[in-house]
């Protein structure tokens, strides 16, 4: 993985967006569609909401934007909690 990708522009513009009455819904649907991740709308919705980095999650993973990604997502999650709880730390 690289550097995390500087994301204050968009951030500016999609806060602009919310003042104006554009939901996160909507938001998060124009931010996968312009080809950010999931990671970086977490970040965005971090910084939009001044939310946990958990709410933001939850918020994302529950966004129709990202509701085919939901199911994947969890399984891979478990499995690497599974994984680090099995080492020996």
Known sequence: ????RNLDGVIGREAA???NGKSIEAILVDLRADGLSV???IRIVMALQGCSAGEAKRTVQH??????????DEAFQEDLIRALEDRDL
């Not at 993985?1 to 995390?4: A, I, R």
Request: charged share 35%.
């Open 39 to 41: 990671i970086d709308c």
């Open 17 to 19: 967006f919310l003042r």
């Open 63 to 72: 966004s129709t934007a990202w509701a085919d990604r939901r199911e994947a």
């Open 1 to 4: 993985m690289g550097e995390p």
